[in-house]
């Protein structure tokens, strides 16, 4: 008799595991916990800094802030927080870097309102880019003097003043050939004058103005012969004129004697054989930085620029002239004088031919 045979589970197969729904449901569920809970956050977020930026529940309340002479964005930020302008003066200082470029503050006294949002208040604060800043070189100002008015105004930062002066190229027919690479490189180029400039004008821009301007008066012919054509004529360079003229614009007491003046350094520098040196006080002070009496140490200083010990013009200008004194370095009045010194109060010099009269006069003027 046949019986059909029942298949016997395999007792060494191991049980087949069930997915845990429970776990996949837990895990979805801690998920979407995580993304409410971050979006909530972001939400608060957004919700208070959007009311700090745009000011939507803010009340109308002035408040009376001063904004300091150089103050940065992080400055600016702490003063606005203090007097409940804003809410978030890191989020302030991230505005402004992002909505910005180059952002300064306008110094001074100021009465905003507390429902002002930040567009508002920095429009009102900071100078814009297209702002423009009048800025006076008066003649006779060294390289260093002109870059410190510069930052003074916030034209420009010290590094991108410093690269320009060195390495800045300008399209300037009667600049000297090798200018070298040393910051004063551009000494007696850059024309004393009033200028205006916008506040997002490159340092490159605003020397190259003031290099044009140089180039502009040393050109003019319109009244009288261009100062170009007079050094040409008399066989100096430019260069050479220049430096006379940056000698003859600190050594005057007024522009009526700068002609006289310029004579007595054309005097020596044509008979060298008894007058080697130009002795000129002027461009020792350039080099020691001050414009007080000379020592005996100050005239021992060891600098090409010390015309008590080396021979004939120093390498450069010493500071950068006016046309007066560019005229009269082109222009030498005609004379027998070789010295001069101040009188007692300073107010004009005393010329003399010949040493014995010099020491005289030294003596009369030190009573």
């Keep these: 008799m046949n019986h059909s045979e029942q298949q016997m589970p395999n007792q060494n197969q191991p049980p087949k595991k069930r997915k845990k729904k429970s776990n996949s449901l837990l895990n979805s569920l801690l998920y979407l916990v995580i993304v409410l809970l971050v979006s909530v956050i972001l939400a608060s977020a957004i919700i208070v800094l959007g009311n700090d930026l745009f000011a939507l529940t803010k009340p109308d309340q002035e408040v009376h802030v001063t904004i300091p002479e150089n103050a940065t964005t992080g400055e600016v930020a702490t003063i606005l927080a203090d007097n409940g302008i804003i809410d978030h003066k890191y989020f ?16 001074g006294e100021y009465d905003l309102n507390q429902s002002m949002d930040y567009r508002e208040v920095l429009g009102t604060i900071r100078i814009s880019p297209n702002s423009v800043i009048q ?14 008015t510069i930052l003074k105004a916030g034209l420009s930062n010290e590094k991108e003043l410093t690269t320009a002066l060195k390495e800045a190229d300008f399209d300037c027919e009667h ?3 090798d200018l070298g690479n040393d ?5 007696g180029y850059l024309f004393p004058d009033t200028y205006e400039f916008y506040m997002s004008d490159s340092a490159e821009t605003i020397l190259g103005k003031m290099v044009d301007n140089f180039e502009t008066k040393v050109t003019d012919s319109s009244k009288r012969k261009a100062i ?22 600190k050594e005057a007491a007024s522009n009526d004697e700068m002609k006289r003046i310029s004579g007595v350094i054309y005097n020596r520098l044509n008979n060298t054989a008894e007058f080697p040196y130009l002795n000129i006080d002027a461009t ?3 080099v ?3 414009s ?4 005996k140490e100050d005239l021992q200083i060891d600098s090409p620029y010390n015309t008590y010990t080396n021979k004939g013009l120093p390498p450069g200008p010493i500071c950068n002239p006016g046309y007066a004194a560019i005229y009269a370095a082109a222009h030498p009045e005609d004379h027998n004088y070789y010295y001069y010194v101040a009188n007692s109060d300073g107010t004009a010099h005393i010329f003399s031919e010949t040493l014995e009269e010099h020491n005289a006069v030294v003596e009369e003027e030190q009573k």
Aim: proline letters at 3%.
């Design 92 to 107: 302030f200082r991230l505005f402004v870097s992002f909505s910005t470029r180059h952002v300064k503050y306008n110094a």
């Design 292 to 295: 007080g009496a000379l020592t």
């Design 288 to 290: 020691c930085g001050h």
């Design 175 to 177: 600049l000297p050939e």
């Design 183 to 187: 910051e004063n490189r551009l000494e």
């Design 228 to 249: 170009v054509d007079v050094c040409a004529d008399s066989g100096m360079s430019l260069d050479e004129v220049m430096t006379i003229a940056s000698m003859i614009q």
């Design 135 to 148: 800025i006076t070189i008066p003649e006779g100002y060294s390289i260093e003097q002109i870059k410190e």
């Design 284 to 286: 020792i002070q350039y």
